[in-house]
């Protein structure tokens, strides 16, 4: 079964606008931990956020917002006025605190992100 | 601070061949995980490697193993390669202090290409 998903394939925007990817995911765990990646062009895979379960406090990092919401098993991230720079596929990731599970990041199929001028 | 390192770039093989990738763990860091991303797709995790022992495994066959140095660096080995074998193959490490460690962020490599032909 598919732990997380992406359900939004592309997303294209013109410059300077709002963009949201919305990630559902889905464990019986009560200890989990949650990523989001940017995967640019280039193919290497950027980290930028880790949450943890217990942690439900929204984060903003310059134009980067997330909305945790364990209620509806979510984790939504937010590009405030985007740049074509933006444009890359990013992708939320799950990783359960369990023996079988160490070490092991859990990704949804990615959101492509367009962003044109 | 160096980053995670990973080479060849791109490769180009036969079925029924044997390959060799290989991963440098960035500065400081004890652990290094690898995944397999097929086009269009998410990363999906093949295994990851803790004080050169295997510390947890996805859903991939045995003629895919690994080993990790006493640097801490690795090597993923595929026999018998497969058509399907085609996809990025990205190195990721992380520090962990214990073996149970899933709570740590991930830092990818560019990855090596691998098409198998």
């Known amino acids: 079964a598919q732990k997380v998903t992406q359900a939004q394939t592309e997303i294209s925007v013109v410059e300077k606008e709002d963009v949201t990817l919305d990630c559902v995911y889905e464990?019986?765990?009560?200890?989990?931990?949650l990523f989001w990646y940017k995967q640019p062009p280039s193919g290497e895979l950027v980290f930028l956020i880790r949450?943890?379960?217990?942690?439900?406090q929204n984060e903003i990092s310059g134009r980067y917002s997330w909305n945790f919401q364990k209620s509806t098993s979510s984790f939504n991230f937010t590009i405030t006025a985007s740049q074509v720079v933006d444009s890359a596929v990013y992708f939320c990731?799950?990783?359960?605190?369990?023996?079988?599970?160490?070490?092991?990041?859990?990704f949804g199929a990615g959101t492509q992100v367009v962003v044109t001028p | 601070e160096t980053g995670v390192t990973q080479s060849p770039t791109h490769l180009i093989k036969t079925r029924g061949q044997q390959v060799t990738l290989r991963c440098s763990s960035q500065?400081?860091?004890?652990?290094v995980s690898w995944y397999q991303q097929a086009l269009g797709q998410g990363p999906q995790f093949i295994f990851q490697?803790?004080?050169?022992?295997?510390?947890g495994r996805g859903n991939f066959p045995p003629r895919f193993s690994g080993l990790q140095f006493p640097n801490y660096s690795s090597e993923l080995n595929v026999n018998a390669l497969e058509l399907d074998d085609s996809a990025l193959y990205l190195c990721?490490?992380?520090?962990?202090?214990?073996?149970?460690?899933?709570?740590?962020?991930?830092?990818f490599g560019p990855g090596t290409r691998l098409t198998v032909l």
């Open positions: 500065s400081g860091h004890n652990t």
């Open positions: 949450r943890n379960s217990f942690d439900e």
């Open positions: 990731a799950l990783s359960e605190d369990r023996t079988d599970s160490w070490g092991k990041l859990q």
């Open positions: 990721a490490s992380s520090w962990v202090l214990t073996s149970g460690g899933s709570y740590n962020e991930q830092f």
């Open positions: 464990t019986r765990d009560t200890t989990y931990y």
């Open positions: 490697y803790y004080r050169e022992e295997e510390n």
